[in-house]
């Protein structure tokens, strides 16, 4: 979850412990993390990036969490916060994002 200057404003914080709650209490752990910033963001709010799938969630908002979170569970998939296109930095991003998790031994 981006927590970083402009996506604070928008609540990134409060974002990211929303999900980990709503993630909490399943039988595999789910991490929930905090990211600092995934890059060329026009959207002016929070961006929550799956791991290692890549899905990006776009202008995330807190009535959002629920979808996100049965999408992340297999229930059912957020297709309408989805970003099927390509942000200018987002390839980069996620390379950088499965480096720091391959180091971290995620």
């Known amino acids: 979850v981006c927590t970083n200057i402009d ?3 928008a609540d990134g914080s409060r974002l990211l412990e929303g999900l980990k709650q709503r993630l909490s209490g ?8 905090p990211y600092n910033c995934f890059g060329d963001c ?9 791991h290692p799938e890549g899905t990006w969630f776009i202008k995330v908002q807190e009535d959002n969490l ?13 297709e309408h ?20 998790r391959h180091s971290e031994n995620w």
């Open 66 to 78: 629920d979808d996100i979170a049965s999408h992340i569970l297999g229930i059912k998939t957020a």
């Open 42 to 50: 026009p959207f002016n709010s929070p961006i929550i990036v799956l």
């Open 7 to 9: 996506c604070e404003k």
């Open 81 to 100: 916060l989805i970003y099927e296109g390509e942000l200018p930095l987002q390839n980069l991003m996620r390379e950088i994002i499965t480096q720091e």
């Open 26 to 33: 399943q039988e595999n752990e789910i991490p929930v993390e």
